[in-house]
């Protein structure tokens, strides 16, 4: 399984961001997931998306500031995200039952 994230780089407060993730090779897709690392802490799971029943789940801090979507024909995955605020600031890694990837900075800073 091969995986591509990119996007993700500086922000300011307030501001938004995209960042996606598409995975070649034999994978499962039963969910899609997106995990986040802030320096010093641990992971933090942030959304995910069920392709069986096409619903998206997130996590309490993100809600109606983030959204995940997936394109199944392109095998990519994608995170909106708006309203960016300082405690956004972290690594951003997809992931799936059989995947994940190598992560794309996220920093929010003015």
């Known amino acids: 399984v091969q995986v591509v994230e990119s996007g993700g780089g500086l922000v300011q407060p307030g501001g938004s961001l995209s960042v996606s993730c598409t995975v070649s090779?034999?994978?499962?897709?039963?969910?899609m997931s997106w995990v986040r690392q802030a320096p010093g802490k641990g992971l933090e799971w942030v959304a995910s998306f069920y392709n069986d029943v096409g619903k998206s789940y997130y996590e309490d801090s993100v809600k109606g500031r983030f959204t995940i979507s997936v394109d199944n024909g392109l095998n990519t995955q994608y995170l909106q995200m708006t309203s960016l605020k300082f405690e956004d600031t972290a690594m951003y890694y997809c992931a799936g039952p059989n995947y994940w990837g190598q992560g794309t900075q996220v920093t929010v800073s003015s």
């Open positions: 090779g034999t994978f499962s897709s039963y969910y």
